[in-house]
């Protein structure tokens, strides 16, 4: 379970104060699928970056499971990303030296007690459809095969939240559509929680819970994506 | 580790050209050393060997042993000074007279009288390669240099002093029978061949101007003396006694022959340390450039690293063993070549020179051992960069 209480993220732009964040409290359950939307500068990224524990808010709290963050040094998150948050990058972002299979076992190298191994990682790929492109390079995979290696990336050591930055956002349509199955069976078949802020309401509306953002504040949040647009 | 491997492949100019810059320092360091070596080793034979005797001349002397003539009835009284265990005649004679030596790293060939108890006393120890000792006149026992410029083995006849294209036609050589080779010293008698007091007296007297020749009696003359203390004796304080005892007879301290030998040998660690100095700054800046372009180009790489839960300290590490690596390619690479440049020097010498280069394990592990810790440290501050870069900033970096 994920508990954010007050979240703000202020910074300084010249000699505006933005506020990325502006007092966001959620609490995301354990196994659920969650958009978070909004227009570009409503928060949505920052608001992922405070949950992945990559960027330190201003002031609030993010606990996840049962754990309050916001104490923790750097070493700690570090530590704590690798045992309990899986991210999704638009970019996919593979190491291109390393082969499909060698990208999914990359967190399980900085992992102290690490939760998969070899095998799950090969079952993984499996589970994403690449059984036969394993020692395949990233460039000679697809963007949408890149993306199906992230999302196996993400949970091999069994995390309890993945974290999606616009995933599908560098795919087409059929892709993304692909991709989002892809996500909900994993969601599904291993009870992790996802967390995906995008753009693209196709991809919103196949989640049970949308969160709308505005100007750092949550102005919506409902279990259809039309419900959190009205608003 | 592959990955590492992968990342230097990558980028194969790149890596060429920065490991090509360790390679050169470290042949610069392979090639430079091995030639202090093989000095110091003659150097530490020399001072080992000066170390444990007084070297007596004659008065008028400037040299150590020779450059004089001195009467073989002074070794009795050199003799009955406190502190003297034993006295031998020396004479040493040029194997190649009129050889014009203008650079060299080692002693030129030589004739040597040879008395085989000076061994028992002598620091600088000996042994045969074949055959054995001299035991009377006419017999010759070569040292490694010697044997092989010549190609002599035992039981070869040797013609000597080698006749200069200028000598008179009363110039005068002898045969001798080879009766034994030395093992290699790394130092003195490598380039030696030993006869016995006669016949070195009779070297030594043909060696006269032709008008002294007629009336001078070699056997009652050397050109200097061997002098050994007693156990626990100070050579230098020896040294002192006999020159105010004998008169007529200069003895040299051995620590003042020792100092200059030493001197001789801290100009080739010098020069061995400026090769170092030049591998630090050559290879050393081209580790760090190629490191922190790598760390550059890497941004989202680093990011995305820490984001799956790499700390600050496995990142540092991921790239300091990448530029250790570096290093280590470079040392094996300059080191190997630097064996190969100087075993193809050392078997393009004259035989009469020998090897000048001498590789050891302890060159290897330095040459090694220093890339090493060169490419280590170049790695810091990129390494140190990378390690500490933000995570948000690196994911999103263009």
């Known amino acids: 379970m994920i508990e954010i209480n007050q979240l703000t993220k202020h910074y300084k732009q010249g000699k505006n104060v933005v506020r990325a964040l502006d007092g966001v409290s959620l609490t995301i359950e354990q196994g659920e699928f969650v958009a978070v939307v909004g227009r570009s500068g409503s928060g949505k990224t920052t608001m992922l970056d405070s949950l992945g524990l990559l960027s330190k808010p201003t002031s609030g709290s993010v606990v996840i499971d049962g754990a309050d963050t916001s104490r923790l040094k750097d070493n700690q998150k570090a530590r704590m990303r690798g045992e309990k948050i899986g991210f999704i990058f638009q970019e996919y972002n593979l190491l291109p030296t390393l082969s499909a299979l060698e990208n999914v076992m990359l967190p399980l190298r900085y992992a102290s007690k690490p939760a998969g191994d070899r095998a799950w990682a090969e079952k993984l790929m499996s589970e994403v459809g690449l059984e036969d492109r394993m020692h395949h390079l990233p460039d000679q995979m697809s963007g949408g095969q890149q993306q199906r290696v992230a999302i196996a990336r993400s949970l091999v050591n069994k995390p309890s939240v993945v974290l999606g930055d616009e995933p599908t956002g560098a795919v087409d349509s059929e892709t993304s559509d692909q991709l989002a199955a892809i996500m909900r069976r994993m969601n599904e078949e291993h009870n992790v929680t996802f967390v995906i802020v995008t753009h693209d309401l196709e991809l919103a509306a196949k989640t049970d819970r949308v969160i709308r953002l505005k100007d750092g504040r949550v102005i919506a949040d409902e279990t259809t994506v039309q419900e959190a647009v009205a608003v | ?398």
């Open chain 2, 1 to 398: 580790m592959k990955e590492i491997v992968r990342n230097l492949i990558r980028r194969k100019l790149r890596s060429f050209l920065t490991i090509s810059g360790i390679v050169i320092g470290i042949v610069a360091l392979t090639t430079m050393g091995a030639l202090a070596n093989n000095f110091n080793a003659l150097l530490d034979g020399g001072a080992k060997y000066y170390a444990s005797y007084v070297p007596v001349s004659d008065a008028s002397a400037n040299g150590v042993t020779s450059g004089g003539i001195i009467p073989l009835s002074k070794a009795d009284e050199i003799a009955a000074v406190p502190g003297v265990a034993r006295v031998f005649p020396t004479i040493t004679v040029e194997a190649k007279p009129g050889t014009l030596q203008v650079v060299s790293l080692g002693l030129p060939d030589r004739i040597v009288s040879y008395d085989r108890a000076e061994d028992a006393y002598s620091a600088l120890k000996t042994s045969f390669a074949a055959g054995g000792d001299v035991t009377q006149s006419g017999q010759i026992v070569l040292g490694s240099n010697f044997a092989a410029e010549f190609s002599k083995k035992v039981g070869d006849s040797i013609t000597l002093p080698v006749k200069p294209s200028d000598a008179t036609t009363d110039f005068v050589q002898h045969t001798y029978t080879v009766v034994g080779i030395l093992n290699p010293t790394l130092t003195a008698p490598d380039t030696a061949a030993y006869v016995d007091l006669a016949d070195a007296q009779q070297l030594f007297k043909e060696q006269l101007p032709v008008a002294l020749q007629a009336t001078f009696d070699a056997s009652q003359y050397a050109a200097g003396f061997d002098v050994y203390g007693t156990p626990g004796t100070n050579l230098d304080q020896l040294a002192d006694r006999i020159n105010a005892d004998v008169s007529g007879v200069k003895a040299q301290r051995p620590t003042k022959i020792v100092k200059a030998l030493v001197a001789g040998g801290a100009l080739f660690t010098e020069i061995t340390t400026a090769a170092a100095l030049l591998a630090l700054i050559i290879g050393g800046l081209a580790v760090i450039n190629t490191m922190l372009m790598a760390v550059s180009e890497r941004v989202r790489e680093i990011g995305l690293k820490k984001a799956v839960g790499a700390t600050t300290r496995a990142v540092m590490r991921e790239f300091i063993v990448e530029s250790s690596l570096i290093g280590l390619i470079g040392g094996l690479i300059g080191f190997g070549i630097g064996f190969a440049v100087t075993s193809l020097l050392n078997a393009s010498m004259p035989a009469s020179q020998g090897a000048i280069f001498l590789v050891t394990p302890g060159l290897g592990a330095l040459c090694i051992g220093f890339a090493l810790f060169l490419g280590t440290a170049a790695g810091i501050v990129p390494a140190y960069r990378a390690s500490r870069m933000d995570p948000v900033a690196a994911l999103r970096a263009n």
